[in-house]
Every structure is written in structure tokens, then in C-alpha cells.
């Protein structure tokens, strides 16, 4: 096999520094078991260049870790996938009383038959975060003061009716899978899955002893205040399950592969489907805060599925199986089954003003790399 034309491919992040589209980025391709192409350019932080080693925020890309946290917990007798949130969380059987005015008491009434499932492929009916009414990030309040405010949302939509992106969602599945294990978050991520896996620049929480490693996100929300999105110390202290992970592209595409046929594997099979195969039953819906929206959503419990979703941001010649995510802070992963192909490319500037996708840089790079696979 040859990886030239998989480093080829990955010139078109070059050109993206080059340009000054972004300050610095990273990129990794998974082929047939193994790592066969990276490139790193650009500065992660002002003089500071990016290196293997650095570790970018991946912002949502954190939430298909949760799932897989929450999954193991399921193969490890824990945990029923299809079991109600209410049961083991009993805060969750009305919504707060902040959000009186917001709640639908049809709605409401329903709230009891929200599953853990419903959670990870984001069809829970819950909206997907908190608003600026209910709390405010400058005030720093802590994770569980946030995700016990997230367990009081009152539901949008009825149960497994709409696909329905939520951040709240994946805080209220981390806490449940807490709940059932009886140890914290971050030593679930790392003890159940990273370590199994053989992972180690994946993080949560940083520490001290990486902050030299880390690239600096531009653009973020909250700019130059202690609670700068993804920068500040606050930030990186929270360890949010619905975006707060640091890594690699090779920690993340490492990840992604152990997804796909043939590599080597710490989940069953049956969790392997779940996470990469449309659990939604093709509701209608998407990613609000984006405005994008689909006539058919496709979702696994954890990872987005592409499907037949069209100007999607993994192009046009991957496959409707590939499944993927992508992060606010500028971050993207997917994996095609279909070729045992993976990529993970990450940059460090938020997508509020949408760099990757307009033009479809992120697009024309995938096809890129689906090309060169097809070359070998």
C-alpha cells in the first residue's frame, strides 16, 4: 500500500494555514489497522507550533466518548440501554419549577418514558442546552450544578418523536452512568474505555502537566473572560461530557477505528451497532443552533450516521454508513466501514463563522482522502 497519495491529500490542511483560514491544524488517516498518513502545521497557540503531541479542544467530538462510557456500562450488566432515565435518576420526573413558563404540560406527561437511548441518539425530546435565562457561565457554576439543571428541562418534543441535537442530554447520561457504576466521570472515560483501548492523548480535565501541549482556541464564546470556552482554566476544570475533552488526531482517529470492522475492538458487537448505526428510526430533525435540519436524521447512540443526508460535511464519496462528529471548536471525525478508513482533523477556530463548511473544506478534504484510499 502506498501512503503518499493519503499525505497528499492532507496538503489541503496546509493550505487552510496557508490562507490564514486558521492559525493551525492537525490531521490524521486510519487505513486497513493502521495510522498511514498525519500532518501537522501551523501554530497551536501564538509562536507555539503545533506538534504530534498537541492537544486540540475537541468540543463536541467529546460526546461519542460518553456514549461509549455509557455503553460499557451496559455490556458490563449495569446498565439496561432501553431502561427509563426517571428509574435511576428520580430528579428527572418533572421539570423545574425555573421552567414553569417553558414546560408543556402534554409534554410533560410524557417525561416518564425518556430512555437512556433516547439520550444518546438525541431523540430524548429535551432542547439542546441551557439558556442564558437559566444560568450564566461568567457566574462559573460547577459541572453538577449544571447537569442538575439539565435533569429539570422541560421536553420539547414528545419521546422518540424528533431528532433533536442536545447537549443536556449527554450531561444527563453521564450522570446516570455514575449513578449505576458508583465512580466519577472522568475515571469511568479513562478506566473503561481510553485505557482499554490503549489511548492516553485523549483527556479530560487537563492538568498542569499538558498545558504546555495545548492549542489555543480563536474565536471562542466568552472571549477574554475567566470562562473563555474551551481556554480558561474554569473551562478545562469542568471536564463537561458534552464537550470539554482535549486530544489528538491520532488519540481520536484511534478511537473512531475501534469502530470498524477487522480493528482491533474493546466494545461488543452489539454496542458496535448501536453507536454507529441509525437508532433514531429516521425522524425528521438536526442540529438547531446550526440551522441545519433534515427531512430524515440519522443517528447512533453516540456517533452521527451519514446516510442519505446530502451537503454533509464528511463529502460525497464516503459511504452512508460512515459514522462521525463534529466540534464547535473547529474539530472533525468520521470512520467509512465500508473501506476501513478513518479521519480526524482538527483546527483551532471555532466554526461560529462556518470556515469548514462554507466553502466545504471539511467536504473536499474527506473526498480527498476516499480518493486516495481507492488509489490503493
Known sequence: MSVQPFQDALGAVSDWVTDEVVAGAAAAVWHRGEIVATLEVGEARPGVPVTPATLFALASVSKPVTA?????????????LNGFVVDILPGFAAAGSAF?????????????????????????????????????????????????????????????????????GYGIAARIAETVSGASFPDLVNDTVLAPLGISDLVLRPGPEVEERRAETSDSPSLDTPAKNYDSAYWRALGIPWGGMYGTTRGAVTFAAAFLPGSHRLFTAETVAAMTTDQTGGVPGGVESFGTIWRVGRWGAGWEVKGEKSNHWTGTLTSPRTFCHWGQSGTLVWADPDRDLALAVFANRIVRQPWPMRPPRWAALSDAVVEATDEN
Open 68 to 80: 461509549a462510557v455509557v455503553l460499557r456500562q451496559v455490556e458490563l450488566g449495569a446498565l439496561d
Open 100 to 168: 414553569a413558563d417553558e414546560a408543556y404540560p402534554q409534554l410533560e406527561a410524557l417525561r416518564n418514558d425518556v430512555t437512556v437511548h433516547q439520550l444518546l441518539c438525541h431523540t430524548s425530546g429535551l432542547p439542546e442546552n441551557l439558556s442564558a435565562k437559566h444560568v450564566r457561565m461568567r457566574d462559573q457554576p460547577s459541572l453538577a450544578e449544571l447537569t442538575d439543571l439539565m435533569c429539570l428541562l422541560p421536553l420539547q418534543s414528545m419521546p422518540g418523536e424528533r431528532l433533536r441535537y442536545s447537549n443536556a
